[in-house]
């Protein structure tokens, strides 16, 4: 529990750099997962300054984002692919081919081997070593909504009418926001090595209580990250302040 947002971006990057520089040391890249909406932004402006200023580098580094809106041009505004070179991908040194995301613009009968294909990627690149997630206020991780099975994998999903209100603002009204979306799965998620789940701001409390501190249940995805070996909660004073 940290006592501000900026506090625990600057913590997690701390975290991120310490990785890339622990697997360089050893001769090998760095297989990052990453998450976008308004909770990383923080995280990305600080590995920007790392980056910018210390010298951090992102050359070895392999990214594969959680998810994306379906169907979206990569360029429209809202798209996370286009958020992604925004915040982070156009900042740092990052190679562009190794920046992987689910493609918003696949054709609709090339879905099924589209996701296939990115399990088959993560796997290649030897698995994700450091996952970053944002949490939705239904519980969501990556775009699994509630109900979503624990042995899910990269697939299509139908947005929550909660998740797109939620993200209506990024959009011109709720009406815009795609109904679907591209997602890693849950299984996808808990096979990442480590992973960090960042939550600010007292919107957050109930559900952050209820991932932590409730039953392990499909109901709450957040939840089923208890069973892994190596998650760490990160949330500022307002999101802890519903857990007993
Ligand atoms: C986005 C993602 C989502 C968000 C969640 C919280 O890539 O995976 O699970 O992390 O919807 O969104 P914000 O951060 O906008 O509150």
Request: aromatic share 6%.
């Amino acid at each position: 529990i940290v006592a501000a947002p900026v506090d625990g971006a600057r913590w997690v990057a701390a975290e991120v750099a310490s990785a890339i520089r622990q697997r360089a040391s050893e001769g090998k890249g760095l297989v990052l997962g990453l998450a976008t909406g308004a909770t990383p932004r923080g995280l990305y402006n600080e590995l920007v300054r790392l980056h910018r200023e210390e010298g951090l580098s992102f050359q070895n580094v392999t990214a594969f984002n959680l998810d994306e809106y379906y169907p979206i041009e990569r360029d429209a505004l809202q798209s996370y692919a286009r958020f992604m070179r925004t915040h982070l991908f156009d900042r740092v040194d990052i190679d562009p081919a190794r920046c992987h995301i689910p493609d918003g613009e696949v054709a609709k009968d090339q879905l099924k081997p589209h996701c296939r294909a990115y399990e088959a990627l993560i796997e290649e690149a030897g698995g994700i070593d450091l996952q970053i997630l944002g949490i939705g206020n239904n519980g969501h991780i990556g775009f699994n909504e509630p109900g979503s099975s624990i042995h899910s994998r990269t697939r299509l999903v139908n947005l929550d009418i909660s998740t797109r209100l939620a993200n209506a603002y990024e959009f011109q009204g709720v009406s815009e926001v795609p109904r679907l979306a591209l997602t890693m799965g849950i299984a996808t998620i808990l096979r990442a090595r480590r992973i960090l789940l960042m939550g600010w701001g007292s919107q957050k409390a109930p559900v952050i209580q209820r991932a932590v501190e409730g039953p392990v249940t499909e109901s709450v995805p957040a939840s089923l990250l208890q069973q892994h070996d190596d998650c760490t909660f990160v949330v500022d004073a307002a999101a802890a302040s519903e857990l007993t």
